[in-house]
Structures are given as structure tokens and as C-alpha cells.
């Protein structure tokens, strides 16, 4: 299987397993925005969505795929990480990454930040209600804990913006969402952040070193 067959797979599987759509409002996904930026199907914020995470390692996505818990579901007028329970149809799902169509189709940013606190979450203790982040120290595995520790020793310093300085969680998803869409200017603003994202959690030979079966431990 090719590099590219392996991560519309990957892709494939995170569509059936973990991003939905909002009861009732497959309609109003469509017809609330001009139709030119996502389509006019119902499912095609789903399929955006799952088109935005190309530039992310096939690694990652089958190993997001295959956690039990941390979902994304599209609908409303913001995005936003959501820890803990979200009832959707007859299902209960834990940690929902709550996507925009809106901003599927005109602020990229604000979905990276989203997806941004679901894999700090899950990276960090596999979504455990009291488990710590990645972003706080947390991790997986060793090779996973010591890059939450450079994390913090980043935020340390002091390179983020004043909204992204709050907290260890929120200077995570301020990098995460710089990176995937303004890498360049990430790299003027905080360097050691950029560096380490392209050489871990953003790097598909990362995650091959630390779990060759793409499980992240």
C-alpha cells in the first residue's frame, strides 16, 4: 500500500468511525453556507473535514481512528474541544472536537485549534477525565511524556500571543492551529514551538519510531 493509499484509508476510517454530523441540521450544513466552498451535500462538510487532515501523518489518523474515545462532530456556529460526555442521536460519545461548518469553509484556523485540544487530550492520557494533557506533562509513553515536557518548557518562555499564554492547553492549541496554517510566521513567532511539532507530533517518522503499529505508545 502506498504512502497515499494508506492515508485515504486512514481517512476512510476516521469518516465512518469518527466524525459525524449533528442530527437534524445536515440541511442547514449545506445551506448555510454559498455551496462553492464545500458542496451542496449533505455529507460534504464531512468529507471537507476529512480533506483538511491530509497534511497530517497517516500515522496519527489510524491511531486517532482507533482510540475509543474523541470524536468530531459538525454543526453549530463555533469550534471548540469538548472533554467528557456529548449525547448525539442514541449514542453517548466522549471528547467531541465540535467543528463549524463555517469555519470548514473560512477559518481553517479555528477548526485546527478544535482538533488541536482532542489530540492534546488524548495524547496526553487517552481522554481520562483526570489524566493530565500533553500539553501539562502528560503522555502516553515515555517518547510521548518528554515532549509534553518540552511543551511546557516552551510555553515557559514566553514566545506565545497574550490568548494563547493562559495556559499550557491553550499555547497547544495556538501552536497546533499556527502550524497547520501559518507555519512560516510560527517559526518567526517561537521557533523551539515549530521545531517541535515538525519532529514529533507532526512527523510521520516520529510516530513510526515511538510505536511502529501506529499506536502512539
Given at each position: 500500500m502506498t504512502t497515499a493509499d494508506a492515508h485515504a484509508a486512514a481517512r476512510r476510517s476516521l469518516l465512518r468511525d469518527k466524525i459525524h454530523l449533528e442530527p437534524g441540521g445536515r440541511a442547514a450544513l449545506s445551506g448555510s453556507l454559498d455551496g462553492t466552498r464545500l458542496g451542496r451535500s449533505a455529507w460534504?462538510?464531512?468529507?471537507?473535514?476529512?480533506?483538511?487532515l491530509k497534511p497530517l501523518p497517516a500515522e496519527m489518523l489510524r491511531w486517532w481512528a482507533l482510540q475509543p474515545t474523541g470524536h468530531a462532530v459538525i454543526g453549530g456556529r463555533s469550534s471548540y474541544y469538548q472533554p467528557g460526555p456529548f449525547p448525539l442521536k442514541r449514542r453517548t460519545l466522549m471528547n467531541v472536537?465540535?467543528?463549524?461548518?463555517?469555519h470548514l469553509a473560512r477559518d481553517r484556523a479555528a477548526v485546527w485549534s478544535a482538533l488541536a485540544g482532542l489530540f492534546d487530550h488524548l495524547l496526553g492520557c487517552r481522554g481520562d477525565a483526570e489524566g493530565l494533557w500533553l500539553s501539562e506533562g502528560g503522555g502516553l509513553s515515555p517518547p510521548w511524556q518528554d515532549v509534553g515536557r518540552r511543551i511546557q518548557e516552551s510555553f515557559q518562555l514566553g514566545y506565545a500571543p497574550e490568548e494563547a499564554a493562559r495556559s499550557p492547553r491553550a499555547y497547544f492549541a495556538w501552536g497546533f492551529a499556527m502550524y497547520c496554517t501559518r507555519r512560516r510566521e510560527l517559526n518567526v513567532i517561537d521557533p523551539l514551538l515549530e521545531r517541535l511539532f515538525r519532529t514529533t507530533i507532526l512527523d510521520a517518522r516520529f510516530w513510526r519510531r515511538v510505536s511502529p503499529r501506529g499506536g502512539g505508545e
Open positions: 460534504a462538510p464531512a468529507r471537507a473535514l476529512a480533506d483538511l472536537a465540535h467543528i463549524s461548518p463555517l
